[in-house]
């Protein structure tokens, strides 16, 4: 069975007294849940955020990584650091990368290579712009978004892999994606996954929705058959409305 999840993507939000502060405040108010529930702070705030959290059963993830070892990549990180502060899971492949630090789906199979080596879970992103959903494309573009990143991995790879699909124009707008729109993603993407590798893989791996996931709408989208849960950006970022969404799937 796969599991259902919740992720917290906090981006460049949060010094370490608001961090402290907010986790302060899940901790109060974390409902019991069969979901597995996972934050991901910035960098700096990691290790305060492990300590902080590690009796508990939400996850500390990072936000991202790089590909190589070690080296001279001036204000990179590694997944051997991340693991030494106790980080076992890794988002890649955010839009905001994408956009804003040349991410492509080619560096994306490095560092996804790079999470597997080190036995980490890595939380694959991706998603089409608005231009491809209204010219179409949107299948065709998250089919090539999967292939080029993942589909060089054995199918014994994918126990460590998560996706969030993640419609660009959904992102940080307050447009959700219907709860339509994401299933019938949601299933296409596990149908290409079933034609590449096999059933069981297919339906083994999580898929989470991400775009504008609010309190008000968690629980519609989380009730689609082939939603798994959600990666939350703006709402994650509110103790009350995260715990909202959690107490959602
Ligand atoms: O990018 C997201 C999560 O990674 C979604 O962000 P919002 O929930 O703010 O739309």
């Known amino acids: 069975m796969r599991k259902k999840i919740v992720a917290g993507n906090w981006k460049m939000n949060n010094n370490l007294g608001e961090t402290e502060a907010l986790l302060s405040k899940l901790l109060k108010k974390m409902p019991e849940t069969d979901a597995e529930v996972m934050v991901a702070p910035p960098f700096i705030s990691l290790r305060l ?114 996706l969030a699909y993640e419609p660009v124009w959904a992102i940080g707008t307050g447009e959700t994606a219907t709860p339509e729109q994401a299933q019938e993603m949601h299933k296409f993407i596990r149908k290409t996954i079933a034609e590449n590798y096999n059933e069981k893989v297919a339906d083994g791996v999580s898929i989470l929705y991400g775009g504008s996931v609010k309190p008000e709408n968690a629980k519609e989208i989380f009730s689609q058959p082939d939603v798994d849960g959600g990666l939350i950006g703006g709402a994650s970022l509110k103790a009350k409305d995260f715990v909202a969404i959690v107490d959602a799937i």
């Not at 500390?60 to 650091?81: L, R």
């Not at 231009?131 to 978004?145: A, G, T």
Request: charged fraction near 25%; charge should be negative; include cysteine.
């Open 49 to 162: 955020a492990f300590d902080t959290l590690v009796q508990s059963p939400v996850e500390v993830v990072a936000q991202n990584m790089h590909f190589a070892e070690n080296g001279a990549y001036t204000g990179e990180i590694s997944a051997d650091m991340l693991k030494s502060a106790g980080i076992q899971t890794v988002i890649l492949g955010h839009s905001e990368r994408r956009a804003y630090f040349n991410e492509t789906d080619e560096s994306l199979a490095k560092k996804i290579d790079a999470a597997l080596r080190h036995d980490m879970t890595a939380i694959f992103c991706f998603g089409e712009e608005l231009e491809d959903r209204k010219s179409d494309n949107h299948f065709k573009v998250v089919e090539k978004q999967l292939k080029n990143a993942l589909f060089h991995l054995k199918a014994s790879a994918w126990k460590n892999i998560i």
